[in-house]
């Protein structure tokens, strides 16, 4: 299985933008995620949780290793 995370309520605001004045022509579009060090610390906070969620005893016949970020990232500053 997989579980993505992501923090629902962030403060960083990305832009999207016309290039050009056609219509066809495809915008630039800037995420700008993690601008924000509210949304970094949300992230981290959702990192957290699902481990704790993932290493409950009900589980175990499902889980395996963790692909991304890792389990040997544990700090703050690795998440």
């Known amino acids: 299985f997989q579980v993505h995370v992501g ?45 704790e969620i993932i290493d409950q005893k009900a589980m175990d016949p499902y889980r395996d290793s963790e692909i991304q970020p890792g389990e040997a990232v544990q700090s703050d500053e690795e998440i």
């Open 7 to 51: 923090h629902n309520k962030p403060s960083s605001r990305g832009t999207i933008r016309a290039k050009t004045n056609k219509i066809g022509d495809k915008p630039e579009i800037r995420f700008n995620y993690m601008q924000h060090q509210d949304d970094i610390e949300g992230f981290r906070a959702c990192v957290r949780l699902t481990r």
